[in-house]
């Protein structure tokens, strides 16, 4: 089974700052998607940035960025110019491909962007 | 419509009573999940119905107890639940239909269940 790991409870940056929040999962596997979502106070969860295993070139999705890294199974998110609105805690998932696979999160990290 | 829409978005029942959450979605979306979460944790995945077909059960308790009507509803039924049962339920959706499945799940706001 796969596992997705977040060391960073929590993290904090200023605003217009750049933060990366690290993630690392565990997979025997060659096909998957590996997301970012990020779930503010209003509790629902939003899609930040997704990306496809079989891909080498890193997703980007304006402010947000990823750097894969698979042969280390590493999925870090870089957010830069921090906006107050991007504080949430936010999670790594992980998923196979497939139409009904199970989506696994990480324990997630909570960001809060300060003035 | 992108959006996942979920009722009722808070529900307090008592232990011996009978209730339902309910999830709909109109964007074609092929696969349907309960997901339940607790307070700082991460989601848990209940169940997954893919094509109207219980695909996947997380070994989830008797007590709740998921339906599929059709493949734009889905509910989840709720009767002699513990207080431990409190939590945010999250209903998501997947896989567009015509076309390929990107993985994406969309997520509706949740249901806050209160069991006392």
């Given at each position: 089974?796969?596992?997705?790991?977040?060391?960073?409870?929590?993290?904090?940056?200023?605003?217009?700052?750049?933060?990366?929040?690290?993630?690392?999962?565990?997979?025997?596997?060659?096909?998957?998607?590996?997301?970012?979502?990020?779930?503010?106070?209003?509790?629902?969860?939003?899609?930040?940035?997704?990306?496809?295993?079989?891909?080498?070139?890193?997703?980007?999705?304006?402010?947000?960025?990823?750097?894969?890294?698979?042969?280390?199974?590493?999925?870090?998110?870089?957010?830069?110019?921090?906006?107050?609105?991007?504080?949430?805690?936010?999670?790594?998932?992980?998923?196979?491909?497939?139409t009904a696979?199970?989506?696994?999160?990480?324990?997630?990290?909570?960001?809060?962007?300060?003035? | 419509?992108?959006?996942?829409?979920?009722?009722?978005?808070?529900?307090?029942?008592?232990?011996?009573?009978?209730?339902?959450?309910?999830?709909?979605?109109?964007?074609?979306?092929r696969a349907m999940?309960?997901?339940?979460?607790?307070?700082?944790?991460?989601?848990?995945?209940?169940?997954v119905y893919s094509y109207e077909k219980l695909s996947?059960?997380?070994?989830?308790?008797?007590?709740?107890?998921?339906?599929?009507?059709?493949?734009?509803?889905?509910?989840?039924?709720?009767?002699?639940?513990?207080?431990?049962?409190?939590?945010?339920?999250?209903?998501?959706?997947?896989g567009?239909?015509?076309?390929?499945?990107?993985?994406?799940?969309?997520?509706?706001?949740?249901?806050?269940?209160?069991?006392?």
């Amino acid at each position: 089974a796969q596992t997705v790991t977040q060391s960073q409870p929590e993290m904090s940056v200023q605003e217009a700052e750049t933060v990366t929040l690290s993630c690392t999962y565990d997979t025997s596997e060659n096909n998957y998607y590996l997301f970012w979502y990020k779930q503010p106070p209003s509790r629902q969860m939003i899609l930040v940035i997704r990306q496809e295993a079989y891909k080498q070139q890193n997703a980007t999705e304006n402010r947000f960025s990823v750097n894969f890294q698979k042969a280390a199974k590493s999925f870090s998110l870089k957010i830069s110019d921090s906006q107050l609105g991007d504080t949430a805690m936010y999670f790594c998932a992980f998923m196979y491909t497939g139409t009904a696979s199970k989506l696994t999160f990480g324990t997630g990290t909570r960001l809060q962007v300060t003035l | 419509d992108t959006e996942v829409t979920q009722t009722p978005k808070h529900l307090v029942m008592g232990m011996t009573n009978k209730k339902s959450l309910k999830c709909e979605q109109h964007m074609g979306h092929r696969a349907m999940y309960w997901y339940k979460q607790k307070a700082k944790k991460p989601p848990e995945l209940m169940f997954v119905y893919s094509y109207e077909k219980l695909s996947i059960n997380e070994s989830v308790p008797s007590r709740f107890s998921p339906e599929c009507p059709n493949s734009s509803l889905l509910n989840l039924h709720l009767h002699a639940l513990q207080p431990e049962d409190s939590a945010l339920y999250l209903c998501a959706s997947s896989g567009r239909s015509p076309g390929p499945a990107t993985g994406e799940l969309f997520f509706g706001e949740g249901s806050r269940l209160t069991v006392l």
